[in-house]
T-cell receptor, first 114, second 114 residues
């Protein structure tokens, strides 16, 4: 059981470039989340999804887009990378019956925008 | 809207000493409260949670936390620190009407000295 898999683990982008952070889970979880983690700021929710075809904005959605075409995958898209998007990004998932007691996190993607 | 404040971004204790990590929340409705731990280069793992019922909750690795409504606090404690406890700790809150969102504090990095 792989859990939540994020790729890539590290990436350096130039300002204005675009990229997609991949997230996949094999637990048939309905709920998936993207967080960014900045030093001293905790985790901020970017987008989340309650099921295939359904997404919603979190606290800090500007500059990002998501899609949820399948239950397993929840990619995060950066269209025009900016230095302010330098951060560590975490994907997480949980099942329908669990509140946040079983929130599974991926190992993170460290992104630098230079 | 709910929020979480963790006092002290860094806490240093000696091995065997008491660990106390502070968390205060604001919420207009009864909250669900969580503590997560993040070891280097890993995602977050749930330490313990409070939903309803007993206000003193016990988690993994000897940690416990007490929900104090009058003080709007949910401090994390461990009687005797171990070197393996060195990590970053996050307090988080969810309220019933927040649907699928979990709000995190800024995190506290615990350092354990030999």
């Amino acid at each position: 059981n792989a859990g939540v898999t994020q790729t890539p683990k590290f990436r350096i982008l130039k300002i204005g470039q675009s990229m997609t952070l991949q997230c996949a889970q094999d637990m048939n979880h309905n709920y998936m989340y993207w967080y960014r983690q900045d030093p001293g700021m905790g985790l901020k929710l970017i987008y989340y999804s309650v099921g295939a075809g359904i997404t919603d904005k979190g606290e800090v959605p500007n500059g990002y887009n998501v899609s949820r075409s399948t239950t397993e995958d929840f990619p995060l898209r950066l269209e025009l990378a900016a230095p302010s998007q330098t951060s560590v990004y975490f994907c997480a998932s949980r099942g329908r019956q669990n509140t946040f007691e079983k929130l599974f996190f991926g190992s993170g993607t460290q992104l630098s925008v230079l | 809207a709910q929020s979480v404040t963790q006092l002290g971004s860094h806490v240093s204790v000696s091995e065997g000493a008491l660990v106390l990590l502070r968390c205060n929340y604001s919420s207009s409705v009864p909250p669900y409260l969580f503590w997560y731990v993040q070891y280097p280069n890993q995602g977050l793992q749930l330490l313990l949670k409070y939903t309803t019922g007993a206000t003193l909750v016990k988690g993994i690795n000897g940690f416990e936390a007490e929900f104090k409504k009058s003080e709007t606090s949910f401090h994390l404690t461990k009687p005797s620190a171990h070197m393996s406890d060195a990590a970053e700790y996050f307090c988080a809150v969810r309220v019933n009407n927040a649907g699928n969102m979990l709000t995190f504090g800024g995190g506290t990095r615990l350092m354990v000295k030999p």
